[in-house]
Nanobody
Framework: QVQLVESGGGTVQTGDSLRLDCQAS????????LGWFRQATGKERELVAA??????FYADSVKGRFTVSRDNAKKTASLQMNSLKPEDTAVYYC???????????????????WGQGTQVTVSS
């Protein structure tokens, strides 16, 4: 069982930056792909960014603005979000998957462990 706890959400204005952190309970974090998802009101949950350790993935909507990172020794993952837009408003979730294939880790159903989510609100 892996527990994930997100922190760092809040309300900011357009163009501002926020950093989200995810603290994991497992010392074997290096074995997992870590994904950052978001879900806006009335919309499906979508993958924003993911890191296997060797590779990273970004949704087109955040490329060049968001950066995902991880520190396996500290059992943490982070999502640095710059140049935030109102359409980035959502609940953001950290998730862990045992798959490392890009063919699968882009899909929500391959993530077994989820954090409770943190709200990010970007006002115009």
């Amino acid at each position: 069982q892996v527990q994930l706890v997100e922190s760092g959400g809040g309300t900011v204005q357009t163009g501002d930056s926020l950093r989200l952190d995810c603290q994991a309970s497992t010392r074997y974090l290096s074995s997992y792909t870590l994904g950052w998802f978001r879900q806006a009101t009335g919309k499906e949950r979508e993958l924003v960014a993911a890191t296997t350790g060797d590779n990273t993935f970004y949704a087109d909507s955040v490329k060049g603005r968001f950066t995902v990172s991880r520190d396996n020794a500290k059992k943490t993952a982070s999502l640095q979000m710059n140049s935030l837009k109102p359409e980035d408003t959502a609940v953001y979730y950290c998730a862990a998957s045992t798959t490392t294939s890009r063919l699968t880790y882009t899909y929500t159903r391959y993530y077994r462990y989820w954090g409770q989510g943190t709200q990010v609100t970007v006002s115009s």
